[in-house]
């Protein structure tokens, strides 16, 4: 990825890793990809809690693919869904601005700010339906990316009383890096360095460096607090975060993530004990190695 965390909808909605069976291939030498896929029903987990499977499809197309001479060889465009019908714990309950490294989200001092905690007894229950349309091209060392993710997901309050709440979702990110050491990029794969990190004077080098920035938003509807999901006086239904990093590739196996993370939200949300903000600063240090 360009950035260590996903984009804002990608982190909170997008499916994770899930059990289920997939097929997946290219046709019209490889111009079009595709895959179709039935998971269980949470986005991020591995227990099944009804007899109900999501479905899951993508389709990307490439239709320059195969002419070396054109600028728009390296365009890609597409889609993707996830629907199903639902009857699951939250997962995640807390929405946040990266992926969490531990349940314990709302603990002070934590490495990812929440903004949006469900209350308690909250559970997926009803339809869900996510899509996203995407975009990308890649020229030479420059990669544009963007999305545009919409859907809706049904909550209620346990697994029977009041009827479910619908919730409407929506998001988009735009993102743009570009390497600055000569490497060609046709998609985001493993980079090989021109010259990878080896300080002997006769193999010197010190391998491929990349500059990176991104914007993505997520908007719930109002309908998770009317309904009572949320509580609206701690958490806003709105966030916007501004990405800017530096990547170094030592080699192709090994990558150094460098990024200040800006978070903006629409109402000041409760983090610490005691303390509402209305934005946050971070700033990520990862190290990644390809085995």
Known sequence: MLAPERS???TNFEGQRRFGFMGWGSAFGNRLEYAVGSFNGQRNGYVEFNSSQDIMAFLNFKPFYNREDSLLRDLHFGGSVDAGIENNPLSPAVLTTSAPPSPSTLSPGSPTVPFLAFNNGV???GDRALWELHLAYYYKGLSLLGAWDSGFQDYAIGRSGPPPVRVPTSGYSVQAGYILTGETIRDRTLIDPLRPFDLRPSHFGLG???VTARFSQLQLGRQVF??????PNLWTNEAQMVDVGFN???NKFLKVYFDWEHAMFGNPVFYNTGRFQKSNDQYWL???AYF
């Open 8 to 10: 804002l909808f990608a």
């Open 123 to 125: 559970m997926e229950r």
């Open 208 to 210: 491929a460096f990349e």
């Open 226 to 231: 009317t309904g009572g999901l949320a509580d």
């Open 248 to 250: 170094w590739y030592l």
């Open 286 to 288: 990862r190290l990644q």
